[in-house]
């Protein structure tokens, strides 16, 4: 099979399983289920626009790749630390 191939079926088994996560964002019993489900979610699509970057040829779609995993990360520490504090910013007076 040639790369053309390839990228198809990985793309719908991208696509498969960014469906599956999303129900799991929707219906996840848990709140930490829940951001679980969606940082799984941001991934996949990270990776989906790097598949269809190669099969289009696309350099931009390389560069909305890195901006996505940028703010997934950031996303990521800024759900973390809500969930472990109940805040995100730390108030200078109660150091």
């Known amino acids: 099979m040639t790369l053309e191939i390839y990228l198809d079926?990985?793309?719908?088994?991208?696509?498969?399983?960014?469906?599956?996560?999303?129900?799991?964002?929707?219906?996840?019993?848990?709140?930490?289920?829940?951001?679980?489900?969606?940082?799984?979610?941001?991934?996949?699509?990270?990776?989906?626009?790097v598949l269809v970057a190669m099969k289009l040829e696309s350099v931009t779609l390389f560069d909305i790749a890195l901006a996505l995993a940028i703010l997934s990360f950031l996303t990521a520490v800024v759900v973390g630390k809500y969930l472990e504090k109940g805040h995100v910013i730390d108030d200078i007076v109660h150091r």
Request: glycine content about 2%; charged content about 10%; aromatic content about 0%.
């Open 9 to 49: 079926v990985c793309i719908v088994v991208l696509t498969l399983s960014i469906v599956a996560a999303a129900v799991r964002v929707l219906l996840g019993p848990t709140l930490p289920d829940r951001v679980v489900a969606a940082d799984a979610v941001a991934t996949h699509v990270i990776a989906l626009s």
